[in-house]
């Protein structure tokens, strides 16, 4: 049995994961924000999910989830970082704050947590920290530029925590996925007020190769795998799962 620890995990991509690993009789600690959401994904599988609030923009409550983990299951083996928020606008409009916030959100909250990370997993021999970045962090579009640059730079901070605690059977890796049917895309979707939500979600569906979005499980068991021994030679890359969108330039 191993502990695993996944930030933002109350719902889309998170639950997906935390599910993941609690059927594979793992024990989980979430942590999130979104405290109904979690109590809900926590009361669905008390034995093997645990909530504990927390604002990865507060470095205290990024703590208190490894302490929980400590607490409740006694050892930290897999991390994801599966955190992001986005804050519109190009540059000469964007605030100073949204940036500030985005970045503290996207990229300082993932480093806190690869510290804690490697300080745990060392106690244990080793283990795999994942960390969320995205296809914006290949290439970007209008108005992203603070969440364009949050996730490049976290592809970045992975393969510096790689190689520095290679030595310490720690791997990292990123992830990159593209378009994922979550809530937040469906709440992205319907803040186009002169477009129908579905209308737009099958538009971006179709500048897919695969003509559809991601689901939030597919993108889980891609998280299982890189936490598995299958995966043991994997480590500081950045693994796109993005339905092939980055590989076409023209359609």
């Known amino acids: 049995m191993r502990g695993v620890v996944v930030f933002g995990g109350a719902r889309g991509i998170g639950a997906a994961v935390a599910r993941r690993f609690a059927q594979a009789n793992d024990r ?37 989830v490894f302490d929980r983990a400590l607490r409740e299951v ?23 704050e949204d940036w500030e916030l985005t970045l503290r959100v996207n990229l300082t909250a993932q480093f806190l947590s690869c510290k804690r990370a490697v300080i745990e ?42 190689i520095d605690h290679a030595k310490d059977n720690i791997r990292c890796v990123s992830i990159s996925p593209g378009t994922i049917d979550t809530p937040l895309i469906r709440i992205a979707a319907k803040t186009f007020v002169d477009r129908k939500p579905d209308e737009l979600i099958m538009e971006w569906a179709a500048h897919h190769p695969l003509n559809r979005l991601g689901r939030p499980e597919e993108v889980a068991e891609t ?14 890359t ?14």
């Open 28 to 64: 989980v600690v979430v942590g999130d924000i979104l405290s109904d959401e979690g109590r809900a994904l926590a009361a669905s599988l008390s034995k093997a999910i645990i909530y504990q609030p927390c604002d990865v923009a507060v470095p205290g409550d990024i703590e208190a």
């Open 121 to 162: 997993m060392r106690k244990v021999g080793g283990g795999v920290i994942i960390n969320t970045a995205s296809i914006l962090g290949h290439a970007s579009q209008k108005t992203t530029a603070a969440y364009a640059a949050s996730k490049a730079a976290v592809m970045g901070l992975t393969r510096t925590v790689a």
């Open 223 to 236: 998280v299982f795998f890189l936490a598995s021994e299958g995966a043991a030679f994997i480590t500081g």
């Open 74 to 96: 006694g050892r930290v083996d897999v991390v994801l970082n599966n955190v992001g928020i986005t804050r519109y606008g190009p540059v000469d409009m964007l605030s100073l």
């Open 238 to 251: 950045d693994i796109l799962i993005d339905g092939g969108i980055h590989s076409e330039v023209y359609k």
